[in-house]
């Protein structure tokens, strides 16, 4: 189980880790390889979606227009990290990165 906000977190049946992506304010995830977290990039307005792939974090979209966060929409196998001015990013497992 994966939660986002100011500390994100990984609980796998025993114990919680602090994973390293800074503060976001959601998450989706198809596997425990591919954890997409939406959060702000620090000191802009800009939003981005950062991937998590079980051992580190990296940045995979970011939105530099627009003030809305970038919010998921979620069947089991596929995610939309969707934004203002119809802006759309398809997160997706077998990929490992956005499309």
């Known amino acids: 189980m ?3 906000g100011n500390d994100n ?6 114990t919680w880790t602090k994973l390293p992506v ?3 304010y959601g998450v989706w995830g198809a596997d425990a390889k591919h954890v997409y977290f939406s959060a702000w990039v620090r000191g802009t307005d ?6 998590w792939n079980g051992e580190s974090a990296a ?7 627009g ?7 979620a069947a089991r196998d596929v995610g939309f990290a969707v934004g203002d001015k119809g802006l759309t990013f398809q997160l997706t497992p ?5 499309k």
């Open 2 to 4: 994966f939660v986002s």
């Open 9 to 14: 977190l990984h609980f796998d049946g025993k």
């Open 22 to 24: 800074d503060p976001a």
């Open 46 to 51: 800009a939003a981005q979606v950062v991937g």
């Open 59 to 65: 940045v995979v979209a970011r939105h530099w227009s």
């Open 67 to 73: 003030l809305t966060p970038l919010t998921f929409a």
């Open 94 to 98: 077998a990929a490992g990165k956005t």
